[in-house]
């Protein structure tokens, strides 16, 4: 167990950062049109956090104890495919759920 001190310390640093980090755009920079090369590179936020996020639970999923599954190879990959095609975020989403929970029934 951490102790109540440490917690906390956490807690607070935490909370502080993340204030810092929404007042630094908002607050300090929200009134001001963003120069247009920022604005180019902020475009790509969500494409490069995204696959961050989702590769290590596909790769190493905490459901099979950090080996890789072959239904959630399966579903990435469908989910990758769907959203390539028809550049839909719910279609992929859709196809990626339900290849998952087949898979899940198939492969066990």
């Known amino acids: 167990m951490i102790d109540k001190t440490t917690l906390w ?8 950062g993340s204030f810092a980090l929404r007042f630094a755009f908002l607050g300090l920079v929200g009134d001001r049109p963003l120069p247009g090369w920022l604005l180019r590179h902020l475009r790509y936020t969500a494409v490069a ?14 459901a099979t104890g950090g080996e890789p599954d072959p239904a959630r190879l399966l579903a990435a990959l469908v989910a990758l495919g769907v ?3 028809t550049r839909s975020v719910l279609g992929a989403i859709l196809a990626g759920g339900i290849t ?7 492969f066990g």
């Open 9 to 16: 310390t956490v807690i607070a640093g935490i909370g502080i």
């Open 49 to 62: 956090v995204l696959p961050a996020l989702i590769a290590p639970l596909v790769l190493w999923p905490p």
């Open 83 to 85: 959203g390539l095609l």
């Open 100 to 106: 998952l929970y087949a898979g899940l029934t198939l």
